[in-house]
């Protein structure tokens, strides 16, 4: 979910590695650049990732296009509210607007979030009735103009998760990368991305 400059770089990074991977916006004309194969902003190999695994990246406005995905990648915007608080509200669209989901797919936090953003998304799912969904904290450590080399050459990886079976599927995404997983629970993994 969100094909800003987390998500696009997640997901062409993710399909390089092999991985079939649908990214949904809900912007009209980004999806429309993206499946031209333009970038809409600079950053170092996404142009070149982009064109070299368009056979497994699907850009989509439809969030029905999402329903038989394994993982879904949260990587919206949180931007700072007047008071300083993190505007979750794009994290809760996500929520909200998650379809009917089969099988056991894991909901994975890559937004910025406030420690204990987890515990209430979790309990928003079981709200929903998607109590068979997985929920893990994934957080990115990117620096722009260098994400791709970042997320494919990171120093570390965190994953927290409430379920230890949730956190051993994130980590098999990264297993043809070289590093460390560092595997925590969630507020932890919410509270390393902030420090």
Known sequence: FGAGWVG?????????????????DVVADKVERLRRGEVPF?????????ERNAERLTFTLEVDEIADCEFLFVCVDTPPTYS???????????????????????????????????????????QRGLEHVGYASNPEFLAEGRAGRDLMQPDRVVIGAFEHEDGDAVAGLYSSIDAPIVRTDVNSAEMIKLA
């Open 42 to 50: 600079h950053e170092e190999r996404v142009p070149e990732l982009l």
């Open 84 to 126: 300083g608080d993190a505007d979750l509200s794009r994290v809760w669209r996500v929520v909200d607007e998650l379809p009917e989901l089969g099988g056991r797919p894991i909901l994975v936090m890559k937004s910025t979030v406030p420690v204990g953003t987890g515990e209430k998304v979790r309990a928003g799912l079981d």
């Open 8 to 24: 696009l770089v997640t997901g062409v990074c993710f399909a390089e590695l092999g991985h079939d991977v649908v990214v949904r």
